[in-house]
Nanobody, 114 residues
């Protein structure tokens, strides 16, 4: 069983920044690949960024150069630094990992006003 708890969402103007956090139970952050997904109203959930156990990263084309995923193994926490936010980034953001099953956090709302 893996528990994931997101925080850090909110309302921000276009061009602004937010940092999301995902606190994980156990030591999964140092072992598992951890992902951020997002889901906008009426749209399917999409992958935003991934960080592997070894620290390798991958990003969706839509966020490359603006978002940065990182982690603190000692704190069992994954971060998503979001800069130059656009209204189209508005969504519920979810933390995800796989450890013999899919695990999701409860989500945190990010709203970017124009």
């Amino acid at each position: 069983q893996v528990q994931l708890v997101e925080s850090g969402g909110g309302l921000v103007q276009a061009g602004g920044s937010l940092r999301l956090s995902c606190a994980a139970s156990g030591s999964h952050v140092s072992i598992n690949a951890m992902d951020w997904y997002r889901q906008a109203p009426g749209k399917p959930r999409e992958a935003v960024a991934t960080i592997t156990g070894g620290g390798g990263t991958n990003y969706a084309d839509s966020v490359k150069g603006r978002f940065t995923i990182s982690k603190d193994n000692a704190r069992n926490t994954v971060y998503l630094q979001m800069n130059s936010l656009k209204p189209e980034d508005t969504a519920v953001y979810y933390c995800h990992t796989w450890w013999y099953a899919d695990y999701w956090g409860q989500g945190t709302q990010v709203t970017v006003s124009s």
